[in-house]
């Protein structure tokens, strides 16, 4: 089985403190240290353990400036077999829709029975897996948390709502979008990074894949962040220590006393 993986690069939380630019439109980036999407991290994994049961090939591949060989060597030295890195000055601001427009000309440049994408990234729109997939006409699935491949075919389940489970067996080719905990993500050291520090990892443009340059960037998006605010500080949660009961009539109590309900 081939299989693709959309993977991004973020800011590292964990090891930055994010501030607000002087504008207020953005974060504040110069020095940050970045490291690959958590959720994309378990998309690879799960595309890792797939590929070790069936056999085939894992692609990891990351629209990016060349800091986005940073991860896409991480990600192969976790186990993928090749990487590539899509990279052009058009690129620069595009929305979910003009980053699935790209990503749909690199699927569509080689053969993918199977591409996943992470939940989210630091955006947290969720958008770009289901846009990729209705570009290119393909089942899709969101917030996978098991798959299973059996006779061609796969059956995936999903977390919705009240933590439930819903059962769905999907054609291939398809799009996946990766539920964070599906798996646990394999260590990398400094030393497998290093083994594959030398692997040559192809960077395409605008023109490799005949992506329409009018078509992806700042000026088609259709939608432009704004503006960023920090929450203002509010008083801190009231504790209910009751019954079932007794807690929901005090919550019924505290939602009218603020006017949450007419």
């Given at each position: 089985?081939?299989?693709l993986?959309?993977a991004?690069?973020v800011?590292?939380?964990?090891e930055?403190?994010?501030?607000?630019?002087?504008?207020?439109?953005?974060?504040?980036r110069?020095?940050?240290?970045y490291s690959?999407?958590?959720?994309?991290?378990?998309?690879?994994?799960?595309?890792?353990q797939?590929?070790?049961?069936v056999?085939?090939?894992?692609t990891?591949?990351?629209?990016?400036g060349?800091?986005?060989?940073?991860i896409?060597?991480?990600?192969?030295?976790?186990?993928a077999n090749?990487?590539?890195?899509v990279?052009d000055?058009?690129f620069?601001?595009?929305?979910?829709?003009?980053?699935?427009t790209?990503?749909?000309?690199?699927?569509?440049?080689g053969?993918?029975?199977?591409?996943?994408?992470?939940?989210?990234?630091?955006?947290?729109?969720?958008?770009?897996?289901?846009?990729?997939?209705?570009?290119?006409?393909?089942?899709?699935a969101?917030l996978?948390?098991?798959?299973?491949?059996?006779d061609?075919?796969?059956k995936?389940?999903?977390?919705i709502e009240?933590?439930n489970?819903?059962?769905?067996?999907?054609?291939?080719?398809?799009?996946?979008?990766?539920?964070?905990?599906?798996?646990?993500?394999?260590?990398?050291?400094?030393?497998?990074?290093?083994?594959v520090?030398?692997?040559?990892?192809?960077t395409?443009?605008?023109?490799?894949?005949?992506v329409d340059?009018?078509?992806?960037?700042?000026?088609?998006?259709k939608?432009?962040?704004?503006?960023?605010?920090v929450?203002?500080?509010?008083?801190?949660?009231e504790?209910?220590?009751?019954?079932?009961?007794?807690?929901?009539?005090?919550?019924?109590?505290?939602?009218?006393a603020?006017?949450g309900?007419?």
């Open positions: 089985m081939e299989i993986v959309c991004r690069r800011p590292d939380t964990s930055n403190e994010i501030e607000l630019n002087a504008a207020g439109n953005d974060i504040e110069e020095e940050l240290v690959v999407n958590e959720a994309d991290n378990y998309a690879v994994e799960e595309a890792l797939i590929r070790d049961r056999g085939g090939n894992v990891v591949v990351t629209i990016d060349e800091d986005g060989e940073e896409l060597r991480r990600e192969l030295a976790m186990g090749h990487a590539a890195l990279s000055d058009a620069s601001g595009s929305d979910g829709k003009g980053v699935a790209i990503l749909k000309a690199f699927v569509e440049k053969h993918y029975d199977l591409i996943l994408t992470g939940v989210q990234a630091d955006d947290g729109a969720a958008q770009v897996g289901g846009m990729l997939a209705a570009m290119l006409d393909y089942p899709y969101s996978v948390n098991s798959i299973t491949v059996e061609g075919k796969l995936v389940s999903r977390e009240g933590g489970r819903e059962m769905n067996e999907i054609d291939l080719p398809c799009v996946l979008s990766i539920q964070t905990g599906i798996n646990e993500p394999r260590y990398v050291g400094m030393r497998g990074i290093r083994q520090a030398s692997v040559p990892i192809p395409l443009a605008a023109s490799d894949l005949g340059q009018g078509a992806v960037g700042e000026g088609p998006a939608v432009k962040r704004l503006d960023y605010f929450p203002a500080l509010s008083k801190g949660a504790m209910l220590h009751g019954s079932r009961e007794e807690n929901a009539d005090r919550v019924l109590e505290l939602v009218a603020k006017g309900l007419k």
